[in-house]
Every structure is written in structure tokens, then in C-alpha cells.
């Protein structure tokens, strides 16, 4: 007798383990054999739904990585895997104890772990798990907050697009074309050879990733001259509003886990770093390297702008963030990573149109936290139908829901589990 078909929650937990590897979950056998950080946080909040133990170890590898200034890099690589460009001889820290990138990610992990505290609050081993990894967010905190803000407007600046983790989003096209690389700087891409081109960025974006990197090995990864030498710096909006969000959450866990982390006046300073990002527009990036002057507002959009929602909206940034989310970026299958009606819109080509899982759980959580159920419900109800009907891709056509990128993607069967397992109230 054929065995009946299994539930959607039963396949995101199956490949969620298909994808383990004992300390850390590799985000897709297809193309990244590393721990990614914002991958891994994703990740720990479907284990809440698994092991909550696991979720705790998986972060705990994620900050085993942490860099002597604070910063979690965004790859912590694996010994022996070569299989994947650029590693760790291009960053110039093969030879250290833990062989990691230099620059971040969005720092998801605090949100991540106060998930995992609520799955199973009075397990004492989890507790102690968690308090470690809560003192080395707490030092990551403080590096974003310290070292990542020169512009004293409390929202984060990026060095790289790399760090946003929507990497060839049309945002960043006008900071990169700002300078021109040498040719030397070209590394040789891995990519293309596990993936359709037509969805992958650009040679003269990866000739602009592979300079930031250069560069920055060259600086011996000094945090102050990162940040005083990078041709690419510019506060961007989405990092900011989860960093703003991860505050809170850290603050949290030091009431819950009796652990001296988070300071209030750095939370309130992070959440007046994104209002400071607030245009008529809707929310924009900064860049705090344009030609015409320090400070200048990117005026390219993108589903980035609809992340503030994760902070406490007024009544006018709430209503302006529904109009974006409700003129710009409604789609067969929501939501595209750029309006479809921009020039610069390919509904294929990774973070200029495709519909992202992560981006969708950020949204659906920014809704719920706002009391804007309804919404919040439906978008919910939409990726929980496109990963139901097209498995755990990478990311997915806008228009037909086709799915692209890589394929058996972990953080897309995390997030669906964590929003079946904790459905919008
Ligand atoms: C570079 C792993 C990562 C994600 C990013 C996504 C992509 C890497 C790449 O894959 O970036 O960090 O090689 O393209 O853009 O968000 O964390 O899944």
C-alpha cells in the first residue's frame, strides 16, 4: 500500500534534517556547503519546532565564529570544502583557529533565540545554551552600535552588499557603480557552475563583491578602517529594522535568563536609526558615500522598505508602510522583491523580483506584531501555499510561482514550520 502523503509540516522537519550537519544546517546542498548567519538564525526557529536544543546549538556555532571585535561573520566554513567561492584564503582567515568571513549579516539570532527560550522555557540546558549564546549577541550588539553607525543616526551601515543579504537588489547598483575595480580583483565564481546564470548576479557585481573583500583583507579587518575606507558604506534599512527588532528581543532574554545583556538606550537609539530612514516615499537606504554629498537618500525601492514593520509603528508610518506593501509589491504570489512595474524588475534573477520565504516570515510577523491580523493571515496563508506547491526553492517566480534558485532550501522549510507551529493569532 502506497504510505498517504505527508503533511506540509512533516516535509519542512524532513528537510530540515536532510540538511543537517550535526553542528550546523548547510542552507541548500545545491550551492552553499557553509553555516551562513542569517540562514543559520532562520533555521534555529524551525528547530523550536524540533529540538529547541538543536536551535541553541545551531546558533551557538553561528557565534563560535564571532571575530575578536564582536562581529559574527556572515559564513563560518567548513574545514576541508572547497566547493564554494570566495573561501576563507580570500578573506585572508584560513589560517585562523575558526576559518570565517569578515563581514556580517542581519542579526536574526536574538530573534531566533527568544523563539527557542518560549518552545521550552523551563528546560534548564537549554537555558544555559542560551545564556552563553545571549553574551556573544550581546557583544555583537555592541559592535554593530559602536562601529557600525558613523554617521550618528543610530541606523547601520553596510560595507558590503553581502551584508544585507539581498545581495544584487537594484539598492545597491548606483553605490557600486561609484568606483571602479581593478580587473584583479575578479575571483573565480563557483556559482554559475551549480546554477542557471540567468538567476545568479552579474560578473560586474561579483567583480565589486570580490574588491569590498579584497579590500577589507588588506584593512587586517580592522573595524574603524572597514568602515573609513570601504568605497561601499550606506545605512540600509532592512538590517537596521532587524537590528532594531533583535534589541528588543535581547532585552527580553536578559529579564527571562537573569543575563546581563541588552541596554535600553541602544534599543531606542537603533529604533530612531530607521525612523531617521523614513522618506514620503516610504523607507530608504542611505548612502553615506554618494558623489553628490554624505547622506544620500537611495531612492530605489524594494521589499527591504516594508521591514520596518518589526518595530512599533505610529499611525502615519504604519499607514504608509500598508500603502507600499499594498500598491507596490501585490503579486500572484507575493512578495515580489521589487515593484513589478519597475523598470529594473526580473521576476528570476534572485533579489531583483523573486518572492523570498524569509522576507514574506518578516513581513507576516511585522504585520501581526502591529495588529494587522487580516493582512498578516493572508500573507501567511500565501507562502504557506507556495512552499506547499512548489517545495522549499530558494525563491519563487512572483507571477507564476515557479521555483528558482536553489532547490531543498533550508530557511524556507524552517519559516514555513515556524509559521504553521505558530500560526497568526
Ligand atoms: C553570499 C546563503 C546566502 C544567503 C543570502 C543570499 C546568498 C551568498 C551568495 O546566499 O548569498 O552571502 O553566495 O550568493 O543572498 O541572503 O544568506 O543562503
Known sequence: MPSPPSS???????????NDRGPFTIPSV???????????????????HIDPRRGAAELGYLVEAQRPCGLVPHIRFSPGETDYAPGPEVYGTAGDPVPASTITQPPIAAIAARVLLEAAPTDDELRAQLRDVALSLERWHAHLARRRDPAGTGAVAIVHPWESGMDNAPRWDRALAEWEPPPEAAFARRDEHRADPAERPHAHQYLRYGDLVRRFRETRHDPARLVRESPFLVEDVSFSALFAWAERELLALRDALDVDVGCPERTARAVAGVRSLRTSAGFRDRDLRAAEGNGAVVEAPGVFEL????????????????????????????????PVDDDRFEPRRYWRGPTWVNVNWVVIRGLERNGELARAR????????????????????????????????????????????????
Open 8 to 18: 506540509l509540516a512533516e516535509r519542512c522537519r524532513a528537510q530540515l534534517r536532510e
Open 30 to 48: 545545491h550551492l552553499y556547503p557553509h553555516a551562513w548567519g542569517w540562514d543559520s538564525a532562520f533555521c534555529a526557529l524551525g528547530y523550536a
Open 307 to 338: 521591514t520596518p514593520l518589526c518595530l512599533d509603528l505610529d499611525d502615519d508610518e504604519l499607514a504608509l508602510v500598508l500603502r507600499r506593501l499594498d500598491e507596490a509589491y501585490d503579486a500572484p504570489h507575493p512578495l515580489p522583491s521589487l
Open 378 to 425: 493572508r500573507l501567511a496563508r500565501q507562502t504557506l501555499s507556495l512552499v506547499d506547491e512548489h517545495g522549499f526553492s530558494e525563491h519563487y517566480h512572483p507571477e507564476s510561482g515557479a521555483p528558482g534558485g536553489a532547490a531543498a532550501f533550508s530557511w524556507s522549510a524552517a519559516l514555513a514550520l515556524d509559521l504553521l507551529e505558530r500560526p497568526v493569532a
